[in-house]
Structures are given as structure tokens and as C-alpha cells.
């Protein structure tokens, strides 16, 4: 049976959970005021004095194997929490004079129209995900111009961190198979008839049209 060297407000209070009782049935099994037992819950810290410690060993002692289980398993320290690492992308809005780069998808049971992007593991730079995921996948190199924010993506649910890029060298061509049809340059005049606008990061618009 697990000893308490010293009871405090707050291992007392795990011992009424781990009893069921009620403020008022605990005071009564205890022997003292109901009054009492409000101020250990409301001092967990409180350390209380020699012949209350001694009640309280007697309670413990005296109670159900189940019971003392179960204060046992409530007077453990929490397991600390992992903390759990979002999924983020990185996504490359490059231009090359009027044109817009874009890849084509394969989707379930449909293909879908969208700028290069790639996952960013944790510890690496989103705006280099940016660039190396747009050569990866396209042979298309670019350097960063700006970062346009982020956003929860309406479709996938990931973090979303958007950069715009300009063109430096390279022909686009469709350099991963397996997860995309089709590479292309687009006019960006035409760019809501490959991707809905609803879609769009709105500052990628505003920066794109402030380019041109």
C-alpha cells in the first residue's frame, strides 16, 4: 500500500475523489467540518497539521482496496504531454512575366489544378521547402520574393504557409509522376479558370495584381 509522508489540501482532495464522497459525506467520514474541506480545495497547497495528517492516514488505511487504487493512480504526477506537431505545407506562388506556374494532381477520383507545394518537417525553413519542392517537382528553379501569410487550407486542413517567387531558370516539365499529370504556365489572367477563387489565398491575388 502507497505510504503519504505528508498530506497536503490537494492529496487529500484526491483521496475524497478516489472515495466518491461528496464535500459534506467526506467531512462526516472524517469527523470534521464541511468547512474544512471547502479550504483544502480551495489551498492545494496547504499542509495540514499533525492530527489532521493522522485522520487521514487512518482514512486511507481503512478504505477499500479499490479506493486506495484509485487515489494511487490520481496522486501520480500527469505524463507530460506531447505536443503535437501540425502538418504544414509550403506553397510557391512563381511568376514568370504574366505567367503563373501550377501543377495538376491527382486527387481521389479527380484532378485538381494547384501551385507547387511540398511538407515541411519540423526544424526546416518553409521558404526553402518552397523552392526545392518547386524544382522537385517541376525542374523549374526560383528564388523567394515575398511571403504572402498563412492559413488553415479550406481543402486539406493543413497549415498553409504561402510564398511568392520569381522565376529564375528551367522549363516546367512534370518531373513527379506519380503524384502530378501535368505541369504548366498559365496566364495569371486565367488563373481562377484552373484554381475556384473562393480557394485562392486572397494576398495572393492583391500581390499578383500588384505585379503586373
Known sequence: MDVV??????????????MRMTNEAFAEHLGISE?????????????????????????????????????????????PRMEAQALRVAIAVVAR????????????GELRWQFPAGMVKPGADPSTVAVQETHGETGVHCTIREQLGERVHPVTGVVASYFLADHLAGEAANRDPLENVDVAWVPRAAL????????????????????V
Do not use: K
Request: glycine letters at 4%.
Open 5 to 18: 509522508d505528508t498530506w497536503t489540501g490537494r492529496a487529500a482532495c484526491l483521496l475524497q475523489q478516489a
Open 35 to 79: 468547512r474544512t474541506i471547502s479550504r483544502w480545495h480551495a489551498s492545494p497547497e496547504m499542509v495540514h497539521r499533525t492530527e489532521v495528517q493522522q485522520i487521514l492516514d487512518i482514512a486511507h488505511r481503512e478504505a477499500g482496496e479499490d479506493v486506495r487504487h484509485r487515489f494511487a493512480l490520481l496522486l501520480r504526477p500527469p505524463a
Open 97 to 108: 512575366g504574366d505567367e503563373i506556374l501550377l501543377v495538376c494532381r491527382r486527387g481521389e
Open 192 to 211: 481562377t479558370r484552373f484554381i475556384p477563387a473562393e480557394q485562392i489565398f486572397p494576398p495572393i491575388l492583391t500581390a499578383l495584381e500588384a505585379t
